[in-house]
């Protein structure tokens, strides 16, 4: 993988993380208050599952 394809990545990653609180702050907001309510367990849970889905994904782009 080059750099240029490592940016890019980058720059689609912040686009999709901005879009939710951009088209809706206040479902946004309530979102982020619920999810400072679970515990570090559930937290590092979500992490993981989102990890593994990234890294099968990247698995099953590449040739």
Same mark, same amino acid.
């Given at each position: ?10 720059? %689609?990653? =912040? ?6 609180? !951009? ?7 309530? @979102? /982020?208050?619920?999810? %400072?309510? =679970? ?6 849970? !979500? ?7 990234? @890294? /099968?994904?990247?698995?099953?782009? =590449?040739?």
């Amino acid at each position: 993988m080059n750099a240029d394809a490592l940016w890019m990545a980058l720059a %689609l990653v =912040l686009v999709l993380e901005g879009l939710f609180p !951009f088209a809706s702050p206040q479902g946004w907001r309530k @979102l /982020f208050s619920q999810l %400072l309510q =679970l515990q570090d367990g559930q937290i590092r849970f !979500f992490g993981l599952c989102s990890i593994l889905c990234g @890294l /099968f994904c990247i698995w099953w782009l =590449l040739p």
